[in-house]
């Protein structure tokens, strides 16, 4: 099983971009996609989630309305359109997978994916 996270990068405040966690080595659909990331010295956050069964979503109020997770059922590939992005969003971004339990909590997901790093300049 494989969670491969991708699209990270360097980017002005204000800026956009769009992170994609490509699923593979098993069937994913009864999974819930949560979306994490870790900040220098911080502990780490629970950023959004998506069912993929339904496509039910669930965001962080820090990022409510900005960020869109999204799923490619086609693609077994989960998404995070990041708009308006502040410098403190700048993080390194895991992707990962869990079959039932409390998507905020990251104790308790099956599978990890290594993590993208975003970089917002102010």
């Known amino acids: 099983v494989q969670l491969q996270a991708s699209g990270g990068g360097l980017v002005q405040a204000g800026g956009s971009l769009r992170l994609s966690c490509a699923a593979s080595?098993?069937?994913?659909?009864?999974?819930?996609m949560g979306w994490f990331r870790q900040a220098p010295g911080k502990e780490r956050e629970f950023v959004s989630a998506v069912w993929w069964s339904d496509g039910r979503t669930y965001y962080a109020d820090s990022v409510k309305g900005r960020f869109t997770i999204s799923r490619d059922n086609a693609k077994n590939t989960v998404y995070l359109q990041m708009n308006s992005l502040k410098p403190e969003d700048t993080a390194v971004y895991y992707c990962a997978a869990r079959l039932s339990g409390s998507v905020v909590v990251g104790n308790g997901y099956d599978y990890w994916g290594q993590g993208t790093q975003v970089t917002v300049s102010s």
């Open positions: 080595g098993r069937t994913f659909s009864s999974y819930r």
